[in-house]
């Protein structure tokens, strides 16, 4: 492992491993960039792989931003089989023989699947019960209805089907709204055509303007002196507009005060004339109001 240095903070374009939890990513961050101010802009499954974003130090404040992006995915759905889970580490509950199910079958099937559509969410997901999440509940051996909620999918297109037996693997590609569940797509295919379905891999491709081609694993930013990819003033500049800040206006926005508005549709990043991020802002009431200031 290389020498660490004191973080400036930033964010990191993490390439999740299968079988850690986003949670266990930031564990594994706090150690790397030596703080404890980190956090992940978007839960992934232990199961899933790919594109998880890393705030650290000032940047877990953008992550606001970055959690309602939308998110690009590859899968294997396979019908056949219905778990508990909605994916390949639940319990098999269900099987049934879908080697009759023909690809037209499964197009007029992804149909109602896209769209502005309202989703049931998995019953094993994070989502809080009275206080309680939904997974734990259903661990504990209840059982979980939860209420529908609108998602939107903007591409479900096949890429490859694979039959062998009485299942069929079908490898999507998915992109959507931040909140949609890729095991409740399966499940909801799986279930249209009469004969269940699960995801049996995920891999996030992208967050937003993020994508695998920046991400990084855990292993390569250990051998980093300092493991952020994208400081603060760049990952502002990446993920926001930009406007450039007077040294009067820096000086009032410094202090939470608001700008004269300049037009430009937010929420957009300020910066110092030394080019330091100042503050995200957007205008309203005709001033440009800070939403987030970032220093000192």
């Known amino acids: ?22 949670h266990d990513v930031v564990s594994r961050m706090r150690r790397l960039a030596r703080t404890r101010r980190v956090g992940h802009g978007g839960t992934l499954d232990p199961m899933a792989t790919g594109v998880l974003i890393i705030g650290v130090e000032k940047a877990t404040r953008l992550l606001t931003y970055v959690i309602g992006s939308t998110k690009q995915y590859t899968a294997t759905i396979r019908l ?25 079958a499964v197009a007029a099937a992804l149909g109602p699947l896209r769209g502005e559509i309202l989703q ?12 309680v999440r939904s997974y734990h509940r259903v661990r504990a051996g209840e059982s979980v209805d939860l209420a529908a909620r609108p998602v939107t999918v903007t591409r479900l297109d096949v890429l490859a089907t694979r039959r062998a037996g009485a299942h069929i693997d079908l490898d999507v590609d998915v992109a959507c709204s931040s909140g949609t569940y890729i095991r409740a797509l399966a499940r909801d295919l799986g279930a249209a055509l009469g004969v269940g379905g699960h995801l049996t891999a995920l891999r996030r491709t992208a967050v937003g303007a993020f994508t695998l081609a920046e991400a990084v694993t855990l292993d390569e930013l250990a051998e980093r002196p300092d493991p952020v990819t994208l400081p603060l003033q760049a990952a502002a500049d990446r993920c926001f507009p930009r406007r450039d800040a007077t040294e009067d206006e820096a000086r009032t926005l410094s202090h939470g005060g ?10 957009y990043a300020v910066f110092a004339p030394d080019g330091t991020v100042l503050a995200i802002v957007s205008e309203r009431e005709g001033k440009a109001r800070p939403e987030i200031v970032l220093v000192p």
């Open 80 to 104: 056949g089989e219905s778990t508990v889970t909605d994916d390949a580490e639940g319990e098999v509950v269900a099987r049934a023989d879908a080697s009759g199910v023909g690809d037209e």
């Open 258 to 267: 608001p700008l004269d508005p300049a037009g430009i549709p937010g929420p």
């Open 1 to 22: 492992m290389a020498q660490k240095v004191a973080t400036q903070g930033g964010l990191v374009v993490v390439d999740k491993p299968g079988g850690m939890t986003s």
């Open 120 to 131: 049931v969410p998995s019953s094993v997901s994070a989502i809080k019960i009275n206080g």
